[in-house]
């Protein structure tokens, strides 16, 4: 059985997708961006990007029923991996170690500077 997860303190996207989807003990988060509320890119340098894309993926995890130390698995992209570093030092200040598996790759991006999705394993 999945459920659809939803919140308003996160993008609610503009595409027929769910923010996430719980299925037995997976929580799985569609891709994030810099959005606010009401699904507007909110533009700014990749360390603002970075943080708003991470806030939205924190309040669909906690809406989930989970932690950002529940997720497992992380899926970045970036429109400049030029951005890298500068990427690097906002998105670690979410976790603690074991950070979550992780794939970063450079992608065309429209408007936005990063993406992400995620998958979190929910505690029994």
Known sequence: MRQAIRTR???VGSGPYSQGIAAG???FISGQG???GDGSIVSGDIEAETRLTM?????IVEAGGCTMDDIVKI????ASLADFDRFN???QSYFESPFPARTCVEAGLDGIKVEIDAIAY???
């Open 122 to 124: 929910k505690p029994e």
């Open 34 to 36: 810099p959005l606010d």
């Open 25 to 27: 003990n997976m929580l």
């Open 9 to 11: 303190n996160a993008s």
């Open 55 to 59: 806030n939205n993926i924190k309040a």
């Open 75 to 78: 899926n970045v992209f970036l």
């Open 89 to 91: 030092a906002v998105y």
